[in-house]
């Protein structure tokens, strides 16, 4: 539950909730990103193993001629995510909105996703696609039997 006890005990709820849209917009302190897939992204996600700031000293460091293991060395992490940092496999989601560390109730969070801008609006729907392309693509079993028909081979039996 959101604490918006610092707006004053006057206030009215829609005067509440316009604040909680600002801040679930352009993040306010102790806020957490939240990427289009409504997930923690950034630091504030609970594996984070480097701040924002030690990525910035990672991507200066390797511009200036450090190899990776130096910069794994000096940060106290593997030269698999100085690479992956590097090539921008890691940390490289955009923010969808920021959301309070105990997260928001289901009417303050239907309010925030109904007035973001429609820029952060079609990242949340791209993630989507993207969930529901993953889960129609098939697997490798349900591959192996098809190719097994199409080529006139007996169905394998369960190990």
Known sequence: MLDLDELG???????????LLRKAINGAPGWVAIGGNFRRIGQGHPLAKLSEEQLNRVREMRESGHTLEEIAGLMRVGKACVWKVIQGRRRSST???????GGFTAAERQFVLDRLPDSRKRL???????????????SITQLSSVMQSWLGLPASEGR
């Not at 923010?95 to 560390?101: K, L, R, S």
């Open 95 to 101: 923010v969808a909105f920021y959301a309070p560390p």
């Open 124 to 138: 949340i729907q791209m993630a989507a696609a993207e969930r529901k392309a993953r889960q129609a693509q098939p």
């Open 9 to 19: 005990d006057n206030t009215t709820r829609e005067a509440q909730l316009e604040c």
